[in-house]
């Protein structure tokens, strides 16, 4: 598993386009985790801080409250979402107990499991939902654990871009060895 540093250093690298977002402050995680009641994982945090294009994926954690791209505006946005359940009744389609920490904006989230305590690490387990999901599909017990799978599976289309000769592909070829340096393979 490699540490925050080196994978905020990997997702600068991998990552797309990055939507304006304002770096996180003192004052605007206490008043995320004020609004949400509880703490956001230190690790999410310091991943914001590190990785330049953090906005490239993660809701904003700073103070541009009024981004569509916000934490507290992506949440409010999913837990108006309804759908129909049993006996033609409207519910809401995100469980309470999560809170999307990405964009959601293609209904797939990535989520802070507040009803699901990691008592060895002592964090909440991270969890991927998507609206209409009947189960969880993927669980990780912290956000590194967490961020380490989403980064390396970026990571690992760059260097596994193989053409049909053996080669890594040209667009991959310069991101592929900058992280080969950067992971030490």
């Known amino acids: 598993m ?30 995320v985790n004020e609004h949400f009641g509880f703490s956001l994982p230190q690790g999410l945090i310091d991943f914001a801080m590190l990785s330049a294009k953090f906005g490239s994926f993660f809701a904003s954690l700073g103070e541009d409250y009024y981004n569509h791209y916000h934490i507290i505006r992506v949440n409010r946005i999913f837990r108006r979402l309804r759908r129909r ?7 809401a389609a995100k469980p309470k107990p999560y809170i999307v920490i990405n964009h959601g904006h293609d209904r797939c989230c990535d ?12 964090e909440y387990r991270i969890v991927f939902w998507y609206p209409g999901a009947k189960e969880v599909e993927y669980r990780y017990d912290s956000f590194l ?35 080969k340096r950067v992971l030490e393979l």
């Open 2 to 31: 490699y540490s925050l540093e080196k994978l905020a250093e990997v997702n600068d690298m991998v990552s797309g386009y990055v939507c304006h977002q304002e770096k996180p402050t003192l004052d605007s995680i206490n008043r």
């Open 145 to 179: 654990h967490y961020i380490n799978h989403h980064v390396m599976a970026h990571a690992n289309y760059h260097l596994n871009n193989i053409n049909s000769s053996g080669n890594i592909r040209t667009p991959s070829r310069e991101v592929a060895e900058r992280l």
């Open 85 to 91: 359940a049993h006996g033609d009744k409207w519910r």
């Open 111 to 122: 989520c802070i499991d507040t009803s699901d305590w990691n008592e060895a690490i002592q």
